[in-house]
């Protein structure tokens, strides 16, 4: 069974940083993509940045050069490391994937920007 466990959203200042983490299993390379979304209040969900399976990651453009995304395949970790934020990035984010038995998504974890 595929789960997707976030931690890491909370609160942060604009200009600063924040880490998103999120626990893959079975295991980050049984997934074809993983990936994180998000979901802005009165929004819909969208992508913020993916990894397919052998793939270079893609960044939506809006977040190109302040958000990174990696992960770490010993510890079935994927990362989403922002860097200065901005009130704009305020969202729920989700943690994604792309599996042999579907689209499965982590339960979302808030983030939230302040100026």
């Known amino acids: 069974q595929v789960q997707l466990v976030e931690s890491g959203g909370g609160e942060v200042q604009a200009g600063g940083s924040l880490r998103l983490s999120c626990k893959i299993s079975p295991s980050i390379s049984s997934m074809n993509t993983v990936g994180w979304y998000r979901q802005a209040p009165g929004k819909r969900r969208d992508v913020v940045a993916l990894?397919?399976?052998?793939?270079?990651?893609y960044y939506v453009d809006s977040v190109k050069g302040r958000i990174t995304i990696a992960k770490d395949e010993v510890q079935n970790m994927l990362y989403l490391e922002m860097n200065s934020p901005k009130p704009d990035d305020t969202a729920i984010y989700f943690c994604y994937a792309n599996t042999m038995w579907g689209q499965r998504w982590g339960q979302g974890t808030q983030c939230t920007v302040s100026s």
């Open positions: 990894i397919p399976f052998g793939g270079t990651p």
